[in-house]
């Protein structure tokens, strides 16, 4: 997956893997997460940009989502997955389920 890649909950565990994975591939990887500390300290420790937002804070990530061509979530949807559809149509990324429930995966349309 090239170009600008947001990796919504990177600063978790698997989040953690995905961005050092996408840092070694032709991809831009941007952390994000709702840690401020926790998502700069790894922006800073892999070289990449940072932006944080809660998901519970649509205006913010809509803001997050601003300039990206790919998403990847980490972060297990709650009341049906509505939030991220939502956020990511708003922002002209279709949305995908990848791997089950551990993440998912969108594109700009």
Same mark, same amino acid.
């Given at each position: ?11 978790g565990y698997t ?20 840690t401020p500390d ?8 892999l070289g990449v940009?940072?932006?944080?937002? #809660? ?5 913010? +990530?809509?803001? =997050?989502?601003?300039?990206?061509? *790919?998403?990847? &979530? ?6 049906? #997955? ?5 956020? +990511?149509?708003? =922002?002209?990324?279709?949305?995908? *389920?990848?791997? &089950? ?9």
């Amino acid at each position: 997956m090239g170009g600008r890649v947001l990796i919504y909950g990177a600063s978790g565990y698997t989040g953690r893997l995905i961005a050092a994975r996408m840092v070694s591939s032709r991809s831009t990887a941007i952390v994000c997460g709702r840690t401020p500390d926790r998502v700069q300290a790894l922006a800073n420790e892999l070289g990449v940009s940072a932006r944080v937002c #809660g998901i519970d804070q649509p205006h913010a +990530l809509d803001e =997050a989502l601003r300039n990206i061509d *790919a998403w990847k &979530g980490t972060v297990v949807h709650f009341r049906g #997955g509505s939030y991220d559809k939502k956020w +990511l149509n708003r =922002a002209g990324i279709e949305w995908r *389920a990848e791997r &089950g429930d551990t993440w998912r995966a969108g594109r700009r349309r």
